[in-house]
């Protein structure tokens, strides 16, 4: 099986079958020495469990023990895995694709921007981390799942990815938020959806939007509809109102105490907006929906 060379997440699909955005699998090997050169089509996190590694990229050589774990970028990477005669090589392989990894920071702009790190984006391909309590406990809990067959759906290998990737910002600021983010994505794209979540209840005008991604209006409203499709005001309606929704229902909150909350400057255009929405005045939306509960 010497040079093989094996194609990720491909390896894993059967005939005709569709490649999903996210992949957790668990790969083990009892050879001795396996020799093989990957192309990775998606970045992928490698939790070592037992074993060894070495990895040969761009002339560079690095070795991973079972105390550590790597993150590579979607790119090609020869590697070697090497296992002593009394145990077998295993590690758990978290693959995910680009917008995975932009939704990612989309999602988590607001606890993004609070970083506030500002450096070069790192040129290596890939990074290697020690392993501490915590990531020994999400290695014996994915494992668990796995075995157990609870991680079939999206949703739940999304919690699992964005829960590791939330912990390893936490911990390496630096090196997830420089971790290849300008070549795996589309910059214009990128800041446009980081402005949108990062401005949902700020009540900014097209022209204030398109000013914080340094581009037209024009530009950043053709751009938006691609991204959203739909118009800026219906879009930034919706989330507003959605958002409004929740504070009523789960939070309990009055109208009184929620439309300055979601961008408005008086309860009485919060009130208008919201009816546009869901056909009633927020009040009677929580007396109907509450009494349902009760």
Not at 37 to 63: A, F, H, P, V
Not at 76 to 89: A, F, G, P
Not at 123 to 147: A, C, G, R, T, W
């Amino acid at each position: 099986m010497d040079n093989e060379v094996i194609i990720l997440p491909k390896v894993f699909l059967s005939d005709n079958e569709p490649e999903s955005p996210i992949y957790i699998h668990k790969h083990i090997s009892h050879q001795n020495s396996l020799r093989s050169k990957i192309l990775l089509q998606q970045n992928l996190i490698s939790l070592l469990m037992n074993g060894e590694k070495i990895l040969d990229y761009g002339g560079k050589t690095i070795e991973i023990n079972s105390d550590q774990f790597v993150i590579l970028a979607a790119g090609n990477c020869l590697m070697t895995e090497k296992i002593s005669n009394t145990k077998e090589y295993s590690a758990l392989l978290i693959l995910f694709d680009n917008n995975t990894l932009i939704n990612f920071f989309v999602k988590y702009a607001a606890l993004i921007s609070k970083k506030k790190w500002k450096g070069e984006v790192m040129e290596e391909p890939f990074v290697v981390l020690d392993k501490d309590p915590f990531i020994s406990s999400f290695i014996s809990n994915l494992n668990f799942l796995l075995q157990n067959n609870i991680l079939g759906s999206t949703e739940m290998k999304q919690l699992k990815f964005e829960e590791l990737m939330l912990y390893l910002l936490e911990k390496y600021p630096k090196i997830i938020l420089s971790f290849e983010t300008s070549r795996q994505i589309e910059h214009s794209d990128y800041e446009i959806q980081r402005a949108v979540e990062l401005n949902i209840t700020n009540n900014l005008t097209l022209e204030e939007l398109a000013f914080l991604c340094n581009t037209s209006s024009s530009t950043f409203k053709r751009r938006f509809v691609k991204l959203y499709n739909a118009q800026p005001n219906q879009y930034f309606l919706q989330r507003r109102m959605e958002l409004a929704a929740t504070l009523l229902l789960q939070h309990k909150e009055n109208p009184s105490e929620v439309f300055y909350k979601v961008g408005y400057k008086n309860l009485s255009s919060f009130s208008q907006s919201f009816k546009l929405v869901y056909g009633v005045s927020p009040k009677q939306y929580q007396q109907q929906h509450l009494a349902a509960y009760q």
